[in-house]
C-alpha cells in the first residue's frame, strides 16, 4: 500500500482559504557573524604547540622470530611500546592525518602514527575459528585491538604501506584470497592503506618511467582490489630515494598506462620524529621515520626525548579546526599552506613554564 503525503491529497482552494498572512514589515538586517573563538586551556596545565614535532614509527614484522631485530618486534615488546607511548601522552592517528594536518587530537595529546611496511601476516593475520575467520590476537592489529579493550580513550588507527600481489610479491598480508577482505577490515576500523610499491626493489637508479611504473601499477591493483581505498601517502622501500632529485616530485604525482596517481607525501625508514605539517620546516617529499628498536634512535629514546622539558613536541589544543603555538614560535609557521586547508590561527602569549606539581621553587643556579 502506497501512502501519499496528506499534503497534496488537500484541494489548493482550501489550502489557500485558511492560510493568512500577516506583514512584519521590512526584514531585519542579520548582523555580522561572530568571530570564532580560539579554543580554551588551562596555560598552568598544558601549553598547546602544534608547530612540535611528531613521532611516525616504522614496524615491520610483528612477533615472528620471536627476538627484537631492525626488522622484528617481538609481541611483548610491541604491547610495551603501546603502553609506553600511552603513559607519556600520545594518540594514535595516521600518516595521512598529519600530512593533510587533520589532527583530531585531545587537549595535551601529542599524535602518533603506527606504519606498518610490506602487508606482511605478522601485521594482520587470521585465524580459523567456530564463528568464521578471527583476527589473530598475537599479529600486530591483534594486540592493538586487545590494548583498545583495556584502553578506551585510546584507538586502533595506524597506517599500513603494501605491497599488493605481484610477479614477486604474495598477496596482501600473506593469506590467500584474503587481501581484498583484510584492507576492508582495516578501512572499516579507521586505518590507512597507503602504496609502499609493486616490487619493493630500491628507487636509487631508477627512470621517470620505472617510477610511475612502481608507484603507478601499485596504486591501480590496490584501488582495482578496493576501490574505496584513496591512497594519500607513499613509502619508498628501503628509503632509497633517486640520486637524481629532479625525478622526486613523481614519487608523489605522475601516470602509468593512463592510470595517475596523486599523493600527499612520501616517508624514508629513518631517523627521527618529524615537524608539525603547519611548520615551514615540513617536507611532504621527505618524511623521516622512526624504526622500531631499543637504544639509540629508537622508540624509548625518541619518545623520551620528546617528552623532556624543551622537547619540542606537538601538544595538541583538543580542536582540529585551530592551530595553536606560543607567539614566539610565529616564525616557524607556514600561514599560506595552514590558511589554504581553512585553519582558524592561535597565537598565544606563552606563561614560560607549567604547573610545578608541588615541587618547591628552587634558587637560581650560581
Known amino acids: 500500500m502506497r501512502i501519499t503525503p496528506l499534503l497534496f ?9 485558511c492560510l493568512k498572512f500577516k506583514s512584519t514589515g521590512p526584514t531585519p538586517t542579520p548582523g555580522p557573524t561572530p568571530a570564532p573563538k580560539p579554543p580554551t586551556f588551562d596555560l598552568t596545565k598544558v601549553q598547546p604547540d602544534e608547530l612540535g614535532k611528531i613521532p611516525v614509527i616504522m614496524y615491520h614484522d610483528i612477533g615472528k622470530s620471536g627476538k627484537n631485530t631492525p626488522l622484528d618486534r617481538t609481541v611483548a615488546s610491541f604491547e610495551k611500546d603501546l603502553e609506553l607511548l600511552y603513559e ?3 594518540y594514535p592517528v595516521t600518516a595521512a592525518d598529519i600530512v593533510a594536518n587533520r589532527l583530531d587530537v585531545p587537549l595535551g595529546k601529542t599524535p602518533v602514527a603506527l606504519t606498518f611496511d610490506d602487508a606482511r601476516k605478522t601485521q594482520f593475520g587470521l585465524i580459523q575459528t567456530d564463528q568464521g575467520p578471527q583476527v589473530d590476537p598475537n599479529c600486530a592489529l591483534g594486540v592493538m585491538e586487545r590494548f583498545v579493550k583495556a ?10 604501506f603494501v605491497l599488493p600481489k605481484s610477479k ?12 581484498k577482505d583484510k ?12 602504496n609502499h610499491s609493486t616490487l619493493h626493489k630500491s628507487f636509487a637508479d631508477y627512470t621517470a618511467a620505472q617510477i610511475q611504473e612502481e608507484i603507478g601499477g601499485a596504486d591501480k591493483l590496490v584501488t582495482d582490489l578496493n576501490p574505496e581505498v584513496k591512497l594519500e601517502t607513499f613509502a619508498l622501500p628501503m628509503g632509497k630515494y633517486p640520486r637524481n632529485k629532479a625525478l622526486w616530485p613523481l614519487l608523489l604525482k605522475g601516470t602509468y598506462n593512463g592510470h595517475s596517481y596523486s599523493y600527499k607525501a612520501a616517508f624514508d625508514a629513518a631517523w627521527r620524529p618529524i615537524p608539525s605539517p603547519a611548520s615551514v620546516k615540513f617536507n611532504p617529499l621527505r618524511l623521516e621515520r622512526i624504526n622500531s628498536i631499543d637504544g639509540l634512535n629508537g622508540i624509548r629514546y625518541w619518545v623520551e626525548k620528546l617528552t623532556a622539558p624543551g622537547g619540542g ?5 583538543g580542536d582540529p579546526s585551530w592551530v595553536s603555538f606560543p607567539k614566539a614560535k610565529e616564525a616557524e609557521l607556514a600561514r599560506e599552506r595552514v590558511e589554504k586547508q581553512g585553519k582558524q590561527l592561535n597565537a598565544y602569549e606563552s606563561q614560560g613554564i607549567q604547573g610545578a606539581g608541588g615541587k618547591p621553587i628552587v634558587p637560581a643556579s650560581k
Open 9 to 17: 491529497c488537500l484541494p489548493l482552494v482550501a489550502l489557500t482559504g
Open 183 to 194: 584492507i576492508a577490515y582495516l578501512l572499516k576500523n579507521g586505518c590507512e592503506i597507503a
Open 313 to 317: 613536541r606537538y601538544i595538541s589544543d
Open 151 to 160: 584502553h578506551p580513550d585510546w584507538k586502533v588507527s595506524a597506517t599500513f
Open 168 to 179: 614477486v610479491t604474495n598477496e596482501s598480508f600473506g593469506q590467500t584470497g584474503m587481501g
Open 88 to 90: 607519556k601522552g600520545f
